[in-house]
Every structure is written in C-alpha cells, then in structure tokens.
C-alpha cells in the first residue's frame, strides 16, 4: 500500500461528455479496484457529495465505496483546493478542470505537479493512460 491520498472528481473523470450525454467512461471499474487497492486514502472531490457512494455501494457492493472517503470542501476562491487533506502528503488529485483559485492554492503549496488535468469530453480510454502514469509515478508493478 503506498503512503499517498488520491483526490478523484466524478463528472469530467468517471464520466465524461460524449456526444452530448453524460456516458461513463471505459474502465472505470478496474480503475477504482486499482486505486483502492495500491493508496492508502482515497478521497471523493467532487460535486456529488457523500451519495457517490451510496451509487457504488448498490451497484458494486461495498468492496469499493468503503474505501472511499468523502473530501469536505467549500465554495470559494480556492473551491476544491480546500478538499485535500494534507498538503504535507503525497497526493494525486484527478480532475477535468480547476478554477483559478485551485490553480494558485497548487503551485502556492509546490503541488502542481499532483494535479492530473482529464479532458471533459470524448477520450473514453483516458482512465488507462491514468492507471499507466500513476503505475510510473509510484513505480507500482
């Protein structure tokens, strides 16, 4: 288990916009068993609240949703900066786009670099590349 916080967005990266509807994205259940199985926090930063893991829960039992904690965050000019945890941790924080304010809370903590920035629309493999550059990242096998 790596010593690390994962911070994952539900719309834009679970899901993304293909033709013009919300459409789950390729992979995503591998993707989560992956992350819950290799960090030692998982973190919901997201707009969806605590009900995400009710969703998982019923559809996937509680193998996955118990591992996810949800990340309380407020509006403002930092928005969903003010989720992460610790800023003294390792983390990784997926999510298709940051306001400003998240921008200059990252590169204000030396963190910019945790940041994996996921397009909204199309590229429905995209949770693949995600697993192989958190697999380099944290030399995981």
């Given at each position: 288990m790596i010593d690390a916080d994962i911070y994952l967005d539900v719309d834009g990266v679970l899901f993304c916009q293909n033709d013009g509807i919300l459409e789950l994205r390729d992979g995503v259940v591998g993707f989560l068993w992956f992350l819950v199985n290799?960090?030692?926090?998982?973190?919901?930063?997201?707009?969806w609240g605590m009900d995400f893991n009710d969703v998982l829960d019923k559809i996937y039992g509680?193998?996955?949703s118990s591992k996810f904690k949800n990340s309380n965050w407020k509006?403002?000019?930092i928005d969903k900066a003010s989720g992460i945890q610790d800023w003294n941790r390792q983390?990784?924080?997926v999510e298709d786009g940051l306001f400003e304010g998240a921008?200059?809370?990252?590169?204000?903590h030396g963190c910019w670099d945790n940041y994996i920035?996921?397009?909204?629309?199309?590229e429905m493999h995209i949770l693949y590349e995600i697993k192989d550059e958190l697999k380099r990242r944290f030399n995981i096998e």
């Open positions: 290799n960090f030692e926090n998982c973190y919901w930063l997201t707009c509680h193998m996955i509006h403002g000019s983390f990784v924080w921008i200059q809370e990252l590169k204000k920035h996921v397009p909204f629309n199309g």
